[in-house]
């Protein structure tokens, strides 16, 4: 049974646009107390963990309940999404535990399972949710697109933290490795959800879920790598600004 393509109803576009606006109150509320330290770091801490944990369980759930009324590889897509973004949630609320009750978070730990987790589920899903067949030219594009995209944030990524995470090494060859996952793993999710959008542009396709999709992975993976080099340089503390993306 294929999914329904009628169009939302007023009421439905309504309801949309009051749970943007609500969204968009909390997560700048969100920012301005993170960005601006109000009620000391400790404060700012709370609030980070606990509304990162917040924000991973209401977007997995969003994406649940978007696949359960979906059908086929549609579906399948946004439950991986879902997925995906459970299991960071669950790295994340592994990791605040970690940081309440024995002061720290070690590398590896526990956590880094549910954060690699997200890296693996998230691109499956992406590439997993339908794409139109395209013409050998086309197909060609599209590829050249992604390899572009890749290479661009691959060279941002090498200068800005990984030459500087090898260099420096780590405790253990474990950790270097892990260090160097993230990252990557950020550039290979940008690149699919770009490449996807570029497929989209080209079939004359309304790309607005998707897109949003794809500015949540790139806030993500810019606040991602932003966590990487602070941490590498030893200014990252919980509730800092980086933890807004």
């Known amino acids: 049974m294929a999914a329904s393509t009628a169009p939302p109803t007023p009421r439905g576009v309504h309801r949309w646009a009051r749970l943007c606006v609500a969204v968009a109150v909390v997560v700048a509320t969100f920012g301005v107390v993170l960005s601006t330290g109000i009620g000391g770091a400790d404060t700012s801490q709370l609030i980070s963990n606990l509304g990162l ?9 969003a994406c649940l309940f978007r696949a359960a ?3 086929g590889r549609v579906r399948a897509g946004w439950a ?3 997925l995906g973004v459970l299991s960071w949630g669950a790295g994340q609320g592994c990791a605040v535990w970690l940081e309440t009750f024995t002061g720290s978070v070690p590398l590896p730990s526990q956590a880094d399972i549910g954060y690699l987790g997200m890296i693996l589920l998230t691109s499956a899903g992406l590439l997993v949710l339908p794409v139109a067949t395209q013409t050998l030219a086309n197909r060609a594009r599209s590829v050249l697109d992604g390899l572009m995209v890749a290479v661009s944030l691959v ?8 030459e500087p995470l090898i260099k420096a090494g780590g405790d253990s060859v474990l950790a270097l490795y892990l260090s160097l996952a993230y990252p990557l793993g950020d550039i290979v999710m940008v690149t699919i959800v770009v490449y996807m959008l570029a497929l989209q542009r080209r079939r004359g396709r309304d790309f607005a879920h998707l897109a949003l999709v794809a500015a949540g992975i790139v806030a993500f993976a810019a606040s991602d790598i932003g966590y990487a080099y602070l941490n590498l340089t030893g200014a990252y503390a919980s509730g800092s600004g980086t933890d807004i993306g």
């Open 69 to 71: 009324a979906l059908r």
């Open 80 to 82: 991986l999404l879902g």
């Open 53 to 61: 944990c917040a924000a991973a369980a209401s977007a997995a759930l």
């Open 155 to 162: 060279l941002i990524a090498w200068f800005v933290v990984i």
